[in-house]
Nanobody
């Protein structure tokens, strides 16, 4: 599967952005998808993950209550709605996928074997 992330941009603190991760392929519903981010000078970190059916989600504590991950399998797309953005959310955001038939969700990078290119999110104070 190939992934294409989009939707990044420049926004003021307190604002919102919605990222999209579009996937190729006909069995997208069999893939767990995760969002990760990497700020300048820092390691890449987990943000959110969603199961293939969309029934299960999990968030990093730093974004819980502000970000929402969702998916539309008919459109082969996973979304990350980001509200109440903070300057510390500034990073390159990556989506990743792994085939999973059991509805599992994963928060570690090594579980994912397909990665999209990043999209830059910049939050100004």
């Amino acid at each position: 599967v190939q992934l294409q992330a989009s939707g990044g941009g420049l926004v003021q603190a307190g604002g919102s952005l919605r990222l999209s991760c579009a996937a190729s392929g006909r069995t997208f519903s069999r893939y767990t998808v995760g969002w990760f981010r990497q700020a300048p000078g820092k390691e890449r970190e987990f943000v959110a993950t969603i199961s293939g059916s969309g029934d299960s989600t999990y968030y990093a504590d730093s974004v819980k209550g502000r970000f929402t991950i969702s998916r539309d399998n008919a459109k082969n797309t996973v979304y990350l709605q980001m509200n109440s953005l903070k300057p510390e959310d500034t990073a390159v955001y990556y989506c990743a996928a792994v085939r999973d038939y059991s509805g599992n969700i994963y928060y570690t990078e090594r579980r994912y074997n397909y990665w999209g290119q990043g999209t830059q999110v910049t939050v100004s104070s």
